[in-house]
């Protein structure tokens, strides 16, 4: 139980163009909802949290413009990033706290090359 | 405010050899504390958490962690290294039950000698 189904998992855009990344809860309520940005070789940075029905909280330094976050039901999330540059280009990985076991489960992650 | 420090990038192991992960947080509040493991181009899957009880975890795939409070060390282990366990490992810490969001560490990545 308890998992999150992230799509897609490899996308190729080209610069200027936007890109809607989709992660949805399949058997549970999720919430909350994280984004996080990981780098090659790297840890996973948190990007923003974002609550059902309300607005994204965004971390220090990432562009809310940039990274559009909307979380309309409680089984949806989307990240959406608006005019992609290829310094956007990254693996971006949504997560959900799990209500009835205080853990988290994690999306399958997205490849977003821009070129 | 909360961190997570792995020591260790990369750890390498012979393949039936012992494999220990180290894991130091901080935390203001009693913490939840995780260990994840990833694949390269997947997401994070669950090795164990700790949340509260016996502080001795076991988790999937032989690994198991001790949460010790006085160290405020979350360590992890697995008594022989299978070439499957080859991967990169994260830990992290949330904020008890009223916590949100996860804190990770820089991860460690595993490498498993035959």
């Known amino acids: 139980g308890a998992v999150v189904s992230q799509h897609p998992s490899r996308v190729i855009c080209k610069s200027g163009t936007s890109v809607k990344i989709e992660c949805r809860s399949l058997?549970?309520?999720?919430?909350?909802m994280f984004w996080y940005r990981q780098f090659p070789k790297q840890s996973l940075m948190l990007m923003a949290t974002?609550?059902?029905?309300?607005?994204?909280?965004?971390e220090q330094g990432v562009e809310k413009d940039k990274f559009l976050i909307n979380h309309a039901s409680l089984t949806l999330s989307t990240l959406t990033v608006t005019s992609a540059h290829p310094e956007d280009s990254s693996f971006y990985i949504c997560s959900a706290r799990v209500p009835t076991n205080y853990g988290y489960t994690f999306g399958s992650g997205t490849r977003l090359t821009v070129v | 405010a909360q961190s997570v420090t792995q020591l260790g990038s990369h750890v390498s192991v012979s393949e039936g050899a012992l494999v220990l992960l180290r894991c130091n947080y901080s935390s203001s509040v009693p913490p939840y504390l995780f260990w994840y493991v990833q694949y390269p181009n997947q997401g994070l899957q669950l090795l164990l958490k700790?949340?509260?009880?016996?502080?001795l975890v076991k988790g999937i795939n032989g690994f198991e962690a001790e949460f010790k409070k006085s160290e405020t060390s979350f360590h992890l282990t697995k008594p022989s290294a299978h070439m499957s366990d080859a991967a990169e490992y994260f830990c992290?810490?949330?904020?008890?039950?009223?916590?949100?969001?996860?804190?990770f560490g820089g991860g460690t990545r595993v490498l498993v000698k035959p």
């Open positions: 974002s609550n059902e029905g309300s607005k994204a909280t965004y």
């Open positions: 992290a810490v949330s904020e008890g039950a009223a916590g949100n969001k996860l804190t």
């Open positions: 058997d549970f309520q999720a919430t909350t």
């Open positions: 700790y949340t509260t009880g016996a502080t």
